[in-house]
């Protein structure tokens, strides 16, 4: 897609991508929260506020890793209630009161210095051909937050010098809050509360079109037959649901392994404790250590800003993982190569190729595992055991971002290097699991996702991976029956059924 065709389209689809974003805000607010406390952690107004810098440097390692990972396990309880939440009183309401409970914890944590935690929810009502850009925004929005912060504490010396940005990070939550009241409801969350004429107005006004449009009320089929004899199931019943079959334990199981891959790519190491890392490679003092660290939240804005353009729509998910992966290992590997053999805490050449891995690792992981397994473990979950299924693979990537976060400290102390060529392994068993575990998801609608999994999904995944053979249409699979045999418009020509595609959702 070129740039004068992104432009049509974010005009075309102004309503999908205006809803994308206000949702997305709440992962701004976020990423401030998670770019700020690493270079808060190296400020010395607030380790002589906490006592920290009278601790022994293992105990410093120590109680930075619960500052940090206090956050993680407040967000697992978040996720749970979250899930609850949604399911009963919709994703709306349950974003807007997250944001709340944001705000009033942001205003807390600049009183006392507390932590806060919050979970956001996609609306999954996107176009199918925009849908994994419009989820990516998360990310992207996230990234935003982590660079903003590191410019909110080049302050004089002072306890204002981090209670500020704290302050600060009430901003992106009250406006969260009002950008989501003008947004509709989940329309496959008003299907299953037997709304129908409110989820055809949403579908309508996220692709700009009539609610008697033909794709509209195609869409709006799909999504009641696809709840048939399952509206209104309890949490506790989806959870039972996840095993039923073969093929929706797998779809259950997918996202759950793309959130524990992406944590274990070791991102949350570099993201909180990035000046640490820095001043191992001999950038030292709070200047140059956050400077180094705000261009490292600039690289990944722009990074999975070009990815959400021009990538994830065209190369598709499975290959944007597979690449981001191969690429996070090496440069972690290399990261780790250098602490080996160069322990010392000067500059050498070799060490600003060190820093330029680390900036090649940030655009790695947007390109790939940042924003993507959002987006694939959005598109896999089954319809009628979504929320089950969601929620358990966010409070795996909450729990394993607490461990991570926890022992990243302790690990950079006590076996240095080891941590990045642990990180760096595991970069490349995520590059294998993806090339033969994981079909592509890219183009098509949420209701025909099933079919990818009808048959053998390592022969389905290779046939989907970089140099496979084009893998079986989803129409050959259900029989034929796509979008336009079933209204009747078989013979109206490829235009119109490459039309009403692109408005399904």
């Not at 805000?25 to 700020?36: A, E, H, K, P």
């Not at 507390?114 to 996609?122: D, H, I, K, R, Y």
């Not at 804005?301 to 499975?318: C, D, H, I, P």
Request: charge should be neutral.
């Amino acid at each position: 897609m070129g740039f004068k065709d992104a432009l049509a389209d974010i005009s075309r689809y102004r309503n999908a991508y205006t809803l994308a974003l206000s949702a997305s805000m709440g992962s701004i607010f976020f990423g401030w929260d998670t770019g700020l406390m690493g270079g808060i952690l190296t400020l010395k107004s607030f380790q002589h506020y906490f006592g920290i810098d009278q601790l022994s440097t293992s105990a410093q390692a120590n109680f930075n890793g619960n500052i940090v990972s206090v956050m993680q396990a407040g967000c697992i309880f978040g996720v749970l209630m979250t899930s609850w939440a949604s399911s009963r009183f919709g994703r709306k309401r349950s974003l807007m009161a997250s944001g709340a409970i944001y705000t009033i914890g942001s205003l807390i944590q600049s009183v006392a210095g507390l932590g806060s935690s919050q979970a956001v929810a996609l609306p999954k009502c996107m176009p199918r051909h925009i849908r994994g850009r419009c989820t990516g925004l998360v990310q992207f929005s996230d990234n935003i937050g982590m660079m903003l912060s590191s410019a909110s504490i080049n302050i004089s010396y002072s306890d204002m010098q981090w209670r500020m940005p704290l302050i600060v990070q009430l901003v992106p939550g009250v406006l969260f809050i009002l950008l989501m009241i003008p947004q509709p409801e989940s329309p496959r969350w008003l299907v299953e509360q037997e709304r129908y004429d409110e989820a055809a107005r949403t579908l309508a006004y996220v692709v700009r079109t009539s609610v008697n449009d033909k794709a509209v009320l195609i869409t709006l089929d799909e999504i009641k037959a696809d709840f048939i004899g399952k509206q209104r199931t309890s949490l506790v019943t989806q959870f039972r649901m996840m095993g039923e079959s073969r093929q929706v334990a797998l779809r259950c199981l997918i996202p759950s392994i793309l959130t524990f891959l992406q944590q274990w790519t070791g991102t949350n190491a570099i993201n909180y404790f990035s000046p640490q890392i820095f001043a191992a490679l001999g950038i030292t003092g709070t200047t140059s250590g956050l400077f180094a660290t705000g261009i490292y939240g600039l690289v990944k804005v722009f990074a999975v800003g070009f990815t959400l353009a021009f990538a994830v729509e065209s190369w598709g998910r499975k290959f944007c993982l597979f690449v981001g992966a191969v690429g996070q290992g090496l440069t972690m590997l290399w990261i780790g190569g250098f602490g080996a053999i160069h322990p010392q805490n000067t500059i050498v050449p070799a060490s600003y190729v060190s820093i330029v891995a680390i900036y090649l690792y940030a655009v790695f992981y947007c390109i790939g595992w940042g924003p993507l397994p959002w987006v694939v473990a959005s598109e896999i979950a089954p319809n009628h055991v979504r929320a089950a299924t969601l929620t358990v693979a966010v409070s795996i990537n909450w729990l394993f971002s607490f461990t991570i976060s926890r022992l990243t400290p302790v690990m950079l102390e006590k076996i240095t290097y080891g941590t990045f060529l642990l990180f760096g392994m595991c970069c490349l068993i995520a590059a294998a699991w993806t090339y033969f575990f994981l079909p592509e998801t890219k183009g098509y609608a949420l209701e025909d996702i099933k079919y990818l999994f009808e048959k053998d999904v390592i022969v389905r995944s290779l046939e989907d991976a970089p140099g496979g053979r084009r893998a079986t249409p989803v129409e050959d699979i259900r029989g034929g029956g796509d979008i336009q045999d079933s209204s009747d418009s078989s013979h109206k020509g490829d235009e119109e059924c490459i039309e009403m595609s692109n408005f399904k959702i």
